[in-house]
C-alpha cells in the first residue's frame, strides 16, 4: 500500500484498472488454456509476464 500512496489517486485507479484488465483476459484465456496449442501457451506466458512487469 506504500506504493499506492505514493502514486496518488490515479495512480491508483490505473494500477487497479490494469489488474481488473489482466484478471478478465486471464480469466478468459484460461478457460481455454487446454484448447491452446503450445505456441499459443507460450505467447500467453509472455503476454502475462510483462503485464505483471508493469505493475512494478
Known amino acids: 500500500m ?4 505514493r502514486i496518488g489517486n490515479v495512480g491508483k ?3 487497479m484498472d490494469l489488474i ?3 484478471s478478465t ?3 478468459t484465456l484460461s ?3 487446454d484448447k ?4 499459443e501457451k507460450k505467447k500467453y506466458k509472455q503476454f502475462l509476464e510483462n503485464e505483471l512487469r508493469k505493475l512494478d
Open 2 to 5: 506504500l506504493i499506492m500512496s
Open 13 to 15: 485507479f490505473m494500477s
Open 20 to 22: 481488473d484488465r489482466v
Open 25 to 27: 483476459i486471464g480469466s
Open 31 to 33: 478457460s481455454n488454456l
Open 36 to 39: 491452446m496449442t503450445e505456441e
